[in-house]
């Protein structure tokens, strides 16, 4: 078998700022409003309409071109009695669009016909058969749904007969024009300026009794339908689809439709709530079963009976036909499998067509399940074709970097008909082109593609501690759902982490393992399915670990708790990773090098390096700490050492880097990095000191940005200890960070002194026994964001006075939310600085700031 190559990590870093903002305003945990950010939500308007949205906040159906037209056609059909008909599809989209129609023309007493194509003997989307014979059965008006968009001479056909067609379709129109029907309902058409782009077939059908029919209620009943099509079909589930799923997730939880009960109940969740999962995992395969190997018109039948009894029989008719498209789908892949790997040139074509006429018949119904499985496989564009005598039948699926609807228009001289959209498609040919289409579809794949698109990526949120990881903030995930397609669910990164005890083997063929994992919290239970043939890895000595996983909560015998499901993990022996004290080893030339001299003697480094007179920042923690060095620790050299820190101007900043060029300063000391634009255009600075620990690692990172900036080589030397400066460190924390108990005793003396009067903030400040007035500015920014408090300056001099009392938490000021995350990772990056070696240290640093190892190789 083909091994897939490593796939890349790539998460990202959202905003903290824009984070903290939504999770005070919010109300939600950091880490969920953090999710939101990745999500693209970015203020708080579009926050509370993400989580919280309503009916109203649907687009009008009338901003769709060609609706108005629809509508008056529709209700004229009505009035004149006209027999209308609804053509479907027999994916799960295309079913509950259909069954939504159904429903609501019943709704209006105006019951309609429906079709819905054999997949075997028609294929996908119109076909002129089926066209003919719903204009002999009485139709005057055809309403497709989910497909039609591509079908040009079937529409023209039925206008030929005299029927006009209604076209509803969410898939990718023709590059040159649409089919000419009397309206076509798809904001991808050309011209179209509705707001949303994205919306299902499901939700293109909604629209559309959105425009008929003004009755809220009866439109609300129907997202149960919107939410099961949208969320199956991979929709992206943003804008306007977000509302419905979200809308229609609370509508579908009340189990109202009888077909949608009775298929909860032989998926197996009588009484479970239904989330993202449930639906793309659960009910949606059972509804496609029945299209893949029966006939998808028992869905529609299973999603508009009103009667108990047929919606059991349904249901469990669809829950069969799952299970024996499980077996043929396995027979299948295994068959396509060993078809590809036999191809001498696998490893160098992008686009990959697998056909075969063993599969039988039922094979056209999981190709595209078939061809999702191979995707994740060989991790390339595939179209697998059932071959059935004269003509083959496919499905394909995509990666990110190329459109397949598009490659299938630009060989549309090669197809019968076909259809799709950016990430998947279906096509019939004649077997005869088979081999021209591959070769087309190769050629389309490597225009389009180059190598490092062929390189799977896992896409994952960002990277968190596990001590975040609560069970409240869990709960709240929740409010994210339905998670399916441009909605993931959250997945994570921790990185350095310690197995606790060994790996168990789980499950009755022992093919999952269980493992306990640590950053220093207390240990998360991490459970990898399928992943058993790695036990042995994880369980040798002194191993540390990255993981990616998501987390969800384990409810088991009442007991509620945090278990991780790993993805993918790197393991690391820690020790063959020796720490040298250089690394790079200076007979390696870079850009930049970390010297370990955690723990040595502080006066004695330092008077080294300064008497080596090369151009020298020293970093110490605060301002206070400036002064204690140049007076207690190296005072004979504090008069050729200048002084930095957060008040120095960007011309004072240049102005103390070119006395270091010249030589008039052999150092500055400094409690704040340099600017980048400063250190850019002096570049001398060849030696970077780390007196005492960072507290962000934003902060490390800035001040180590010599590296980028100077042709040299720059030295980074870890000058800090471990007892005493981490003690400092955290003392700093206290008095910077306030805590809860800080602001009760600020919040006490307020209430002694501040609650009728304004009173001097000096004053205030003299009174606590509170060691930092930097904590006690922090604490009234607290207050006043939660409108406890109110200031006021008379000549210069600040007043406080406190507000009547209000019940507030502390969760809905911005800064304090600030506080507490900046505490927690200062005492994240804490354990970085103390334990990580050398060569973890700069392999840091390089990712920051993208220094390649072809630089550090050059001579």
Request: charged residues 25%; negative net charge.
């Amino acid at each position: 078998m083909r091994l897939q190559p490593s796939k890349i990590w790539q998460y990202q870093n959202p905003d903290i700022d824009t984070s903290l903002t939504l999770a005070a305003e919010l109300s939600i945990t950091p880490l969920v409003a953090r999710l939101l950010v990745n999500r693209g939500i970015n203020t708080v308007e579009e926050g509370k309409t993400y989580l919280y949205p309503t009916y109203d906040d649907l687009h009008s159906p009338f901003e769709m071109a060609d609706m108005e037209k629809a509508v008056e056609r529709i209700r004229k059909a009505i009035k004149n009695g006209e027999q209308i008909c609804i053509y479907g599809d027999y994916d799960a989209d295309g079913t509950t669009a259909t069954a939504l129609l159904v429903n609501a023309f019943r709704h209006i007493d105006f019951p309609v016909e429906y079709y819905i194509p054999d997949r075997y003997d028609e294929g996908y989307g119109l076909n002129e058969d089926a066209v003919k014979e719903i204009h002999k059965n009485g139709c005057s008006l055809m309403i497709t749904v989910d497909c039609g968009i591509t079908s040009i001479n079937e529409v023209k056909l039925a206008n030929e007969l005299g029927m006009d067609v209604i076209l509803t379709d969410h898939h990718q129109p023709p590059a040159d024009a649409p089919p000419p029907a009397y309206a076509i309902i798809s904001p991808k058409v050309p011209g179209n300026e509705y707001p949303y782009t994205d919306l299902a077939g499901v939700g293109l059908a909604f629209k559309v009794v959105q425009g008929l029919i003004e009755d809220e209620e009866f439109l609300t009943s129907l997202l149960d339908l919107v939410v099961l099509g949208t969320v199956v079909d991979i929709a992206p589930l943003t804008g306007e689809n977000r509302t419905l799923s979200r809308l229609g997730l609370a509508e579908i939880n009340k189990r109202r439709r009888i077909g949608i009960q009775k298929l909860c109940d032989v998926a197996g969740f009588t009484d479970t709530p239904l989330v993202g999962r449930s639906l793309s995992f659960g009910l949606g395969p059972r509804l496609n079963a029945a299209g893949r190997l029966d006939t998808a018109k028992k869905v529609v039948e299973l999603l508009t009976t009103e009667s108990s009894e047929i919606a059991e029989q349904r249901a469990s008719e669809l829950d069969t036909c799952n299970q024996d498209r499980k077996n043929i789908e396995n027979d299948i892949q295994e068959s396509a499998a060993a078809l590809l790997n036999k191809d001498e040139n696998l490893e160098q074509t992008k686009g990959l067509v697998v056909a075969s006429d063993a599969w039988g018949k039922q094979a056209q119904g999981v190709v595209g399940i078939v061809a999702s499985r191979l995707l994740e496989q060989y991790y390339r564009p595939i179209f697998v074709l059932a071959i059935d005598g004269n003509e083959a039948t496919g499905s394909g699926r995509c990666i990110d970097g190329m459109n397949l609807a598009d490659s299938l228009n630009s060989c549309s001289n090669l197809l019968i008909k076909h259809g799709g959209h950016k990430a998947a498609a279906g096509l019939t040919l004649k077997t005869a082109n088979i081999p021209k289409f591959k070769k087309a579809f190769n050629e389309f794949a490597c225009e389009n593609l180059n190598d490092e698109d062929l390189i799977p990526k896992l896409a994952l949120d960002f990277e968190t501690n596990l001590s975040s990881l609560t069970l409240e903030t869990l709960e709240q995930f929740e409010i994210l759902e339905p998670f399916g397609g441009k909605n993931p669910t959250p997945r994570f990164v921790s990185k350095g982490l310690t197995i606790k005890g060994y790996p168990s083997l789980m499950g009755k063929e022992k093919q999952h393992f269980l493992m306990f994992v640590s950053d220093g919290s207390n240990p998360k239970k991490a459970i990898g399915w399928r992943k058993a043939q790695h036990v042995t890895t994880l369980s040798r000595p002194n191993i540390s670990l990255d993981i990616a996983f998501s987390p969800e909560i384990n409810d088991f015998n009442n007991t509620r708790s945090v278990q991780l499901i790993l993805e993918e993990f790197h393991v690391e022996t820690k020790d063959r990773v020796p720490n040298l004290v250089i690394y790079p080893p200076t007979d390696i030339p870079s850009s930049g090098r970390v010297v370990d001299r955690r723990n040595q003697n502080k006066k004695e480094c330092l008077l080294a390096l300064l008497n080596e007179e090369t151009p020298c920042i020293i970093y110490v923690q605060s301002t206070e700490k400036i002064e204690q060095l140049l007076t207690s620790v190296i005072p004979e050299k504090a008069s050729i050492i200048g002084r930095h820190d957060e008040t120095t101007t960007s011309t004072e900043e240049t102005e103390l880097l070119e006395k270091l060029k010249s030589g008039e300063l052999i150092g500055v000391v400094s409690s704040d990095a340099f600017s980048a634009s400063a250190l850019e255009a002096v570049p001398i600075v060849e030696e970077v000191v780390f007196c005492h620990l960072t507290a962000q690692p934003e902060d490390f990172l800035m001040r180590c940005r010599p590296v980028a900036n100077f042709q040299k080589t720059t030295s980074l030397h870890l000058l800090y200890n471990k007892e005493s400066d981490v003690r400092l460190l955290q003392e700093w924390a206290e008095r910077t960070y306030p805590d809860r108990k800080l602001l009760t005793v600020l919040y006490r003396k307020l209430q002694e002194t501040a609650t009728t009067n304004f009173i001097d903030i000096q004053k205030l400040i003299e009174t606590l026994d509170i060691n930092s007035r930097r904590a006690i500015e922090v604490g009234l920014t607290i207050f006043e964001e939660l409108a406890l408090l109110e200031r006021n300056t008379e000549s210069g001099q600040q007043y406080v006075k406190l507000l009547p009392t209000r019940k507030s938490n502390l969760e809905r000021s911005k800064t304090f939310l600030k506080c507490q995350w900046l505490k927690q990772t200062s005492q994240d990056f804490l354990k970085f600085q103390l334990h990580e070696n050398t060569q973890q240290i700069w392999e840091r640093i390089k990712d920051e700031f993208g220094i390649s190892d072809s630089k550090d190789s050059e001579t």
